[in-house]
């Protein structure tokens, strides 16, 4: 059985970015036969950035509920919050970190895109690459799905886990990457990556007026009504190309470039086809936001499965080391 292993952060609502690009893709790989899926809330690194308990809690439940709500399987997979498994997590990391150099740390991404300001560097940012190595390592994981821009985390996850099997004997699977070289880049309402940090996204779990102005503050050009468009340097027709059929794409195409369809006729389709795309899962996001006991019963069942693999890595581990 082959292992795949995503971790989520708890930075914040999953917006159309995330959902395209990563938790159908995620859904979809956790359904093929012969593979089991973990996937779990990264509420421990979230604590890097995120300082209020009241907001990791609100974002916990809404990253977990975005994912049950587009289809992910947790009866049949793993899913987890990482801060209720913390003591098998940081312990291991502990284990790790004394067999990571710190030249290797201090080469990370995460640390050098903010080494010129290290009053903005903590120590949980900096061991950063360790904890990962944890959580992964922890479930023997066999693949972790990851961007090109995370390749290199996830290689000194490899090296970290190699490092320990070197000197205490081969008790750790060693992960690969999983790079999807067909992963698509969702544009954002300025017409740059989709993303919270640059405040671009569109949150499709938002109330319908709500969801109807972020669609509309969609930067467009100012070609007159009556004119012919281009489609292809649009953004709400780029939007409307990554969720419509083809059918729907070639009729918006047409109406683009025959002229009298305005701007305001394409965010209006492209809101009308969000909402009909995306019905069910705004239903079933807003039942567990609602319903905290059965997000919790979701949650906790995923914990004890995890938490028996966790369970028996750390007594694996521990045996090698001496400690039992």
């Known amino acids: ?18 959902i395209l690009g990563a938790i159908l893709p995620a859904i979809e790989q956790s359904k093929k036969p012969g593979t089991e899926s973990f996937l779990f809330i990264a509420d421990l690194h979230s604590m890097t950035t995120v300082k209020s308990p009241q907001t990791l809690a609100e974002n916990t439940r809404a990253v977990a509920s975005a ?56 120590a949980g940012l900096f061991t950063y690459p360790v904890l990962q190595a944890a959580d992964i390592v922890l479930y023997h994981a066999n693949f972790v799905p990851v961007g090109k821009d995370q390749k290199q985390h ?37 017409g740059s990556k989709m993303s919270k940090s640059y405040n671009n996204y569109i949150d499709i779990f938002l ?7 972020s669609i509309k503050s969609i930067l467009s050009d100012s070609t007159p009504l009556e004119e012919p468009k281009n489609p292809e340097t649009d953004i709400t027709f780029k939007l409307y190309s990554l969720i419509a059929s083809e059918t729907e794409v070639e009729t918006m195409r047409q109406n683009y470039l025959n002229g009298g369809y305005g701007y305001g ?6 809101y009308e086809l969000i909402m009909k795309r995306f019905e069910k899962e705004r239903e079933l996001f807003n039942f567990y936001m609602d319903d905290k006991e059965a997000l919790e019963k979701k949650l906790k069942a995923g914990e004890e499965k995890a938490g028996e693999i966790a369970r028996k890595t ?7 080391l001496g400690f039992n």
């Open 314 to 320: 750390i007594q694996d581990v521990r045996n090698v």
């Open 207 to 213: 109330p319908e007026k709500q969801l109807l102005k």
């Open 154 to 190: 996830l290689e000194m996850s490899k090296d970290i886990a190699a490092a320990f099997n070197r000197t205490f004997g081969e008790i750790l699977t060693l992960p690969e990457p999983l790079i999807d070289e067909t992963v698509m880049v969702i544009p954002g309402t300025d």
């Open 67 to 122: 994912w049950l709500a587009c289809g992910f399987d947790a009866d049949k997979n793993f899913f987890y919050r990482q801060s209720r498994l913390a003591g098998y997590h940081t312990e291991l990391m502990w284990y790790l970190c004394c067999q990571t150099p710190y030249p290797m740390l201090a080469n990370a991404h995460s640390f050098k895109d903010k080494s010129d300001r290290l009053s903005d560097v903590n």
């Open 265 to 270: 006729h394409a965010k209006q389709a492209l």
């Open 1 to 18: 059985m082959t292992r795949i292993l995503t971790g989520i952060q708890a930075s914040g609502r999953p917006h159309l970015g995330n």
